[in-house]
């Protein structure tokens, strides 16, 4: 199905924090990846949760599991490739990834560390992976942004509504793990936030109790070739599966 003439097609998922990551939901979204064939793929933040150097109580059994978490993320960004195989795959860094160079600023004596970064670690060059920094956000034609997002407000499109006003522009975040949408019409014209939900597991988070209000989701945007016309297409994922085009996918 990738690209309708004139038609480029991205797919946004979020807050995936590896180890943390639901397999289930994954594997629903891996084959619809396959019938749906993506232009691009951006993996907009929080990838690895890196539990381990935050600066929040931590689980003492998971400390020494740094390596291993790592190295969980790398299968996983090889499996998205193999679902993705001739995708352009954007990975922007989120606030858990800045965990890392945070980490770094206050322990200098590994700052000099050549391989101690985000695109060494999780092996981006093996996967021709892009990158994208915290404060570097994709912007379609100065019209739509994609970025993880740094606002976290209470209520599903609270946050929408705040990123968008920060912007003035129609974009998508992610951070918050809700799925939502916040429309706005005013004198420079109609604008949409997208809050993108999230692909971890809602449940068993070491941070977590209960049940959070979170959503598993992702979106898909069509961005029109020469044209700042878009369309987004946001696909709840409920009990690990969906429908998309009648088919069911997962569960």
Same mark, same amino acid.
């Given at each position: 199905m990738t690209s309708t003439i004139g038609v480029e097609t991205h797919i946004v998922i979020n807050d995936i924090h590896v180890p943390f990551h639901d397999k289930e939901v994954f594997e629903a979204f891996f084959q619809f990846c396959k019938d749906f064939k993506p232009d691009v793929v951006h993996i907009n933040g929080d990838f690895i949760d890196f539990p381990q150097i935050s600066k929040y109580d931590?689980?003492?059994?998971?400390?020494?599991?740094?390596?291993?978490d790592i190295d969980i993320g790398v299968e996983l960004l090889e499996e998205i490739r193999k679902y993705n195989p001739k995708a352009k795959i954007i990975f922007h860094d989120g606030n858990h990834e800045a965990r890392l160079y945070k980490y770094k600023w206050s322990h200098p004596e590994l700052a000099r560390l050549r391989d101690f970064c985000v695109p060494k670690l999780l092996q981006f060059e093996r996967f021709d992976i892009s990158y994208l920094k915290y404060d570097q956000p994709f912007i379609w034609k100065k019209t739509f942004v994609i970025t993880h997002g740094s606002v976290a407000r209470k209520h599903s499109a609270y946050s929408a509504k705040a990123e968008l006003e920060n912007w003035g522009l129609s974009g998508m975040s992610g951070h918050t793990h809700r799925l939502s949408a916040h429309y706005k019409t005013d004198r420079a014209g109609q604008r949409v936030w997208f809050e993108n939900g999230c692909m971890c597991m809602k449940e068993k988070v070491d941070y977590m109790n209960g049940t959070p209000n979170w959503q598993h989701g992702f979106s898909i945007i069509f961005f029109k070739k020469n044209s700042k016309r878009f369309?987004?297409?946001?696909?709840? #994922?409920?009990?690990?599966? &969906? #429908? &998309?085009?009648n088919k069911q996918y997962g569960k």
């Amino acid at each position: 199905m990738t690209s309708t003439i004139g038609v480029e097609t991205h797919i946004v998922i979020n807050d995936i924090h590896v180890p943390f990551h639901d397999k289930e939901v994954f594997e629903a979204f891996f084959q619809f990846c396959k019938d749906f064939k993506p232009d691009v793929v951006h993996i907009n933040g929080d990838f690895i949760d890196f539990p381990q150097i935050s600066k929040y109580d931590k689980d003492p059994n998971r400390l020494l599991q740094l390596q291993d978490d790592i190295d969980i993320g790398v299968e996983l960004l090889e499996e998205i490739r193999k679902y993705n195989p001739k995708a352009k795959i954007i990975f922007h860094d989120g606030n858990h990834e800045a965990r890392l160079y945070k980490y770094k600023w206050s322990h200098p004596e590994l700052a000099r560390l050549r391989d101690f970064c985000v695109p060494k670690l999780l092996q981006f060059e093996r996967f021709d992976i892009s990158y994208l920094k915290y404060d570097q956000p994709f912007i379609w034609k100065k019209t739509f942004v994609i970025t993880h997002g740094s606002v976290a407000r209470k209520h599903s499109a609270y946050s929408a509504k705040a990123e968008l006003e920060n912007w003035g522009l129609s974009g998508m975040s992610g951070h918050t793990h809700r799925l939502s949408a916040h429309y706005k019409t005013d004198r420079a014209g109609q604008r949409v936030w997208f809050e993108n939900g999230c692909m971890c597991m809602k449940e068993k988070v070491d941070y977590m109790n209960g049940t959070p209000n979170w959503q598993h989701g992702f979106s898909i945007i069509f961005f029109k070739k020469n044209s700042k016309r878009f369309y987004v297409q946001q696909v709840p #994922i409920v009990d690990k599966g &969906f #429908i &998309f085009n009648n088919k069911q996918y997962g569960k």
